[in-house]
């Protein structure tokens, strides 16, 4: 009987440390959503191989980045492309251990997917074989809404729900952490709370189109709800879900206007003489070092222009640089760099630098020694790319600011530029002729006349 006591007493201090142990641990994040892609890897594959090496990558950076980290693994065709974004308001160590854990989940959820983008409450992971940008109105935004309806004047629960979501987004657009949160009032007694964040790799336009597109998603007439997308979500409750204590607070108002102290004395007029007078000599002064810097500026528009049409050029509206400054980096327009022509005179090469492997030729010789050769090399290759003659390579400019800001995204070689020398210069010869030949009037005309004098350039 005694030894029963002792085996009963054994048994309760152990169920009483694993629970202890149990409830001291790491709590698991709380899993919200995911979506596996449509392609399949085989096991034990390449892609398999690239893919464990990628998830491995992430729980370090977890603890030293700043809730956002973006890599690739591997080479093509078996690359891949991968992230993790924490939500902006927890700790770092809540941030470690939701990457952690979503590192190994991610797989079970997904075990033969090439990609997956999965949510949890504290962070998002996402991993595909293809690259990670927002493009949109392409999305699928899972949508998961509280099935409790809003009873007490809906229309105007919804107005004011979308106002301080709005405003979140706006704020979340700027922020270094693409993050945000806005307390505001409801039709109910409670307070309405909202959330919005995107993935950092966005732009600032990117970041506020995605958390447009991800609030229009939200239903009316619901208590709470949240929209998802691959690279920002949305969600609003009428309870604090979030630590407030973490989020940023908003600017100061405003200093007050100053008043005067109670007991001093009015404000002697020899004062208010001094700071008039003072006032009105720095007017003076202010008025006279305009006219002065006026007409010094005439002068020197005025000598440029004889400069310029010195040689042949009969506007400067197009120039949005310094005439001497592009004077002096072609060599006083020497022939010698002359390229091709186009709507606006010659274009300067730098396809036949890059074409013979000296693309650091275009750069100034006293930035040369403070800038790495491969850095520039890269920028070049990414201008090249935006000018090539087939429009359909021309990368979009998502694309551009992924190149610019990922080192690990292998760019392309770039394609002839659309005004290199020898093709566009031969049909400028040939709309010449047609142009200045008045002796046939049959003769048809297949090129039209340039005669716009500014040519505004629009983003993809």
């Known amino acids: 009987m005694l030894s029963l006591k002792f085996y009963m007493i054994f048994v309760f201090l152990l169920s009483l440390s694993s629970s202890m142990f149990t409830f001291t641990g790491a709590a698991d994040p709380t899993y919200v959503y995911h979506a596996c892609s449509d392609n399949n890897f085989t096991r034990n594959s390449t892609y398999q191989s690239n893919l ?23 080479q093509d065709p078996n690359r891949v492309y991968g992230l993790f974004q924490c939500r902006g308001d927890v700790t770092t160590t809540t941030c470690q251990d939701c990457v952690d854990f979503a590192s190994t989940d991610a797989t079970q959820r ?6 997956n983008v999965i949510w949890y409450d504290e962070c998002l992971l996402h991993y595909s074989d293809s690259s990670i940008m927002y493009t949109s109105g392409l999305n699928n935004s899972p949508l998961m809404m509280n099935e409790t309806e809003v009873t007490v004047e809906p229309s105007r629960f919804h107005q004011l729900l979308l106002e301080l979501m709005h405003e979140a987004a706006t704020q979340a657009a700027t922020d270094p952490k693409r993050f945000a949160t806005r307390k505001g009032n409801s039709t109910t007694s409670q307070p309405l709370y909202g959330l919005v964040q995107c993935t950092q790799d966005l732009s600032t336009s990117d970041c506020s189109r995605c958390l447009q597109e991800s609030i229009a998603n939200l ?21 604090l ?8 607070s908003l600017p100061p108002p405003p200093p007050s206007s100053l008043t005067r102290p109670e007991g001093k004395s009015e404000v002697s007029s020899s004062i208010i003489i001094a700071i ?24 020197k528009y005025n000598t440029i222009q004889e400069e310029i049409a010195g040689i042949g050029i009969t506007t400067v509206e197009s120039l949005q640089f310094d005439f001497g400054t592009i004077q002096a980096a072609t060599n006083r327009f020497s022939t010698d760099n002359k390229l091709g022509a186009g709507g606006f005179g010659e274009v300067y090469k730098a396809w036949n630098h ?12 006293n930035l040369i020694d403070s800038h790495s050769r491969n850095e520039v090399n890269r920028y070049i290759q990414v201008g090249l790319l935006c000018v090539q003659d087939d429009a359909a390579a021309r990368p979009t400019m998502a694309t551009v600011v992924l190149m610019l800001n990922s080192y690990y995204i292998t760019l392309p070689l770039p394609q002839q530029p659309a005004f290199f020398h020898g093709r566009k210069t031969e049909l400028t010869m040939q709309s010449t ?18 005669d716009a ?6 983003p993809r």
């Open 52 to 74: 464990n090496l990628l998830l491995s990558s992430f729980p370090p950076n977890a603890s030293r980045s700043n809730g956002f980290y973006q890599t690739t693994a591997g």
């Open 110 to 115: 997904c075990p033969d997917q090439k990609g």
């Open 219 to 239: 239903q009316s007439g619901r208590i709470g709800g949240r929209s998802l997308i691959s690279n920002c979500y949305s969600r609003y409750e009428l309870y």
């Open 241 to 248: 879900f979030y630590n407030e204590s973490m989020t940023a």
């Open 276 to 299: 008039v007078a003072a006032i009105t000599v720095s007017g003076v002064l202010s008025v006279a070092g305009y006219c002065f810097l006026t007409r010094r500026s005439r002068k």
């Open 354 to 365: 890059w074409r013979d492997g000296t693309p650091m030729q275009l750069l100034d010789s």
């Open 433 to 450: 002729k047609c142009t200045d030949s008045d002796q046939s009037t049959s003769m048809s005309m297949p090129f039209s006349v340039n």
């Open 453 to 458: 004098s500014i040519t505004e350039l629009y």
